[in-house]
């Protein structure tokens, strides 16, 4: 039988990974990549089976020189490091298998480094490849002709992970999405047409997670709501769930900007204590929305900042993806973008530049204009050639916006204006909850106020920046002049050591950026 070892290669610095924050909360990684823990539990139990995530501890080469199979996942942030990896196995003679993201839109890139290749999901192909690998003749790639059904999925193998280590934990509800944005490459691999699970299956994974003594937990799906009618009685479920067991999770997800036009579907994802929710925003000019199908986005009634003031006043925390580089993107938009975000209120924006990723219907558009540079991609950021603006514009425009955004002030100010002026509220059926049993009340409280206490030692210790600090005191203290309670209290706390690794993140690009100007000056 089969010694399998599979592998979460090391991120690179990034927004989501929160490198510099993760010190101070007194964890290794934000959370687990949700593949691999599913391709364990579709293992069969005669082979041998592990999970290393990089991120939490360093790889063993030889270790892993004595596995049989050695597998790897990553996305494109992660395809050098997956790169670096594969050689050093390839020259210790390992059988190397290479699935996820990035493989499936680049199915070239790594070569012969990967003997097998896995394009898009593989609930059936890996299965299949291991027994056509126990009779030692199977192929060099593999793809399913259908997509999973949802409900056959089994519970992922968390017992697998070294759960202590993250910040938070990962579940998958459903897969695709119904929009036909120009430049993702979700329907791509998982297409347009929604797939769930069901609520029993669900259930059991939030069991699995509870056991592994996690209280909070990403919800992957790329947009939660792409079935409205199906998540909703998912969401019941959920609810009934939570209310039997007091509450144990909280979550965040990401959704569609349509989740404000449907006010029965925010309540129940606030009663099934969903808190957070990304939304792909992308930018405020219409016409670059309309450019990219972004059609959801565009609906008349009522402008995208209201909806995002409908999704807060509800309850949840909006997060929000924004792009720049748009064909109808001028210079201003980098303006127009630092305004957007600051009445909307959104306090965490993940800005990219418009990147083709191969396989999306943009790169085929742009491949076919002469409009991909992916030669000096490293250089600026991007590989698309901007039509209204040139490449050093929109890599400067960009950093520009980063280091607003995430200037002190500029962050603050936004997270204030929701927190104190628009009186935020935070997981509130769980404090319903609480305020009915007072011993949860008690100990819930107890225990983030325990936690508040902690961070705030960790960030008066671990932030090297004086002025960082003594702006973080003076915020702590007018938020506890209006809200004394200990969950918001905490949810600020961690806003404060979010603000820690954005802001030494911009800072980096920024002198990064003045160092390449220097260096291409000086010749």
């Known amino acids: 039988m089969a010694n399998i070892v599979l592998i979460n290669p090391r991120f690179e610095v990034s927004y989501w990974g929160l490198e510099h924050a993760l010190p101070l909360l007194r964890k290794r ?68 298998v290479v699935g996820g993201p990035w493989v499936t839109v680049r199915e070239d890139y790594f070569g012969e480094l990967a003997d097998v290749i896995f394009i898009g999901e593989a609930e059936e192909t890996w299965p299949q490849f291991l027994r056509e690998w126990q009779t030692g003749r199977f192929e060099r790639r593999y793809e399913q002709a259908e997509k999973t059904d949802m409900t056959t999925v089994p519970v992922p193998r968390y017992d697998l992970l070294k759960m202590r280590h993250y910040l938070f934990g990962s579940v998958q509800f459903s897969r695709g999405c119904p929009f036909q944005c120009e430049f993702c490459d979700i329907i791509v691999t998982f297409g347009r047409r929604p797939r769930l699970k069901t609520s029993w299956q669900i259930i059991r994974e939030l069991e699995a997670l ?6 909070i937990a990403f919800i992957v799906d790329d947009n939660l709501i792409g079935n409205k009618h199906a998540i909703k009685t998912v969401l019941r479920a959920i609810i009934d769930w939570q209310q039997a067991r007091g509450y144990p999770l909280q979550f965040f997800t990401e959704a569609s900007l349509d989740l404000a036009d449907d006010e029965e579907l925010l309540q129940l994802m606030v009663d099934a204590n969903i808190s957070t929710v990304f939304v792909g925003i992308e930018t405020p000019n219409e016409e670059s929305l309309r450019e990219t199908k972004k059609y959801q986005n565009v609906r008349p009634g009522s402008t995208s900042i209201e909806r995002v003031h409908k999704i807060q006043n509800a309850g949840l925390d909006v997060w929000c993806g924004m792009i720049v580089g748009f064909d109808h993107d001028e210079p201003s938009i980098f303006a127009a973008q630092r305004d957007y975000l600051t009445e909307a209120r959104v306090l965490h924006a993940m800005v990219g530049m418009l990147s083709a990723i191969p396989k999306t219907p943009l790169h085929a558009r742009l491949a076919a204009e002469g409009r991909l540079d992916e030669e000096h991609e490293a250089e600026f950021g991007t590989n698309v050639i901007p039509a209204r603006m040139t490449r050093e514009e929109l890599r400067d425009g960009y950093v520009r916006l980063m ?3 995430y200037d002190t002030t500029a962050y603050f100010d936004r997270l204030d204006d929701l927190f104190l002026r628009g009186n ?13 049993h007072p011993w949860s009340w008690l100990k819930g409280n107890a225990q983030h106020l325990t936690r508040s206490v902690l961070i705030f030692l960790q960030l008066m210790r671990g932030v090297p920046e004086p002025e960082l600090r003594r702006e973080y005191r003076r915020r702590l203290r007018n938020l506890l002049r209006t809200r004394r309670d200990p969950v918001v209290l905490f949810v600020y706390l961690i806003k404060c050591a979010i603000h820690c690794h954005l802001y030494t993140m911009v800072r980096r690009m920024t002198t990064a950026e003045t160092e390449q100007r220097t260096l291409v000056n000086s010749f």
């Open 424 to 436: 935020f509220r935070f997981s509130q059926t769980r404090a319903a909850y609480w305020r009915r």
């Open 29 to 96: 990684a934000n959370l687990p990549t949700a593949c691999l823990p599913l391709l364990a539990a579709l293992t069969p139990r005669e082979h041998t089976i592990s999970i290393v995530d990089e991120n939490v501890e360093p790889l063993d080469f030889d270790r892993l020189a004595e596995a049989d199979i050695v597998a790897l996942t990553g996305m494109s942030v992660q395809r050098n490091r997956m790169r670096e990896i594969l050689a050093q196995l390839k020259a210790r003679g390992v059988l190397t």
């Open 403 to 405: 280091a607003e955004l």
């Open 210 to 215: 509870v056991a592994s003594g996690l209280e």
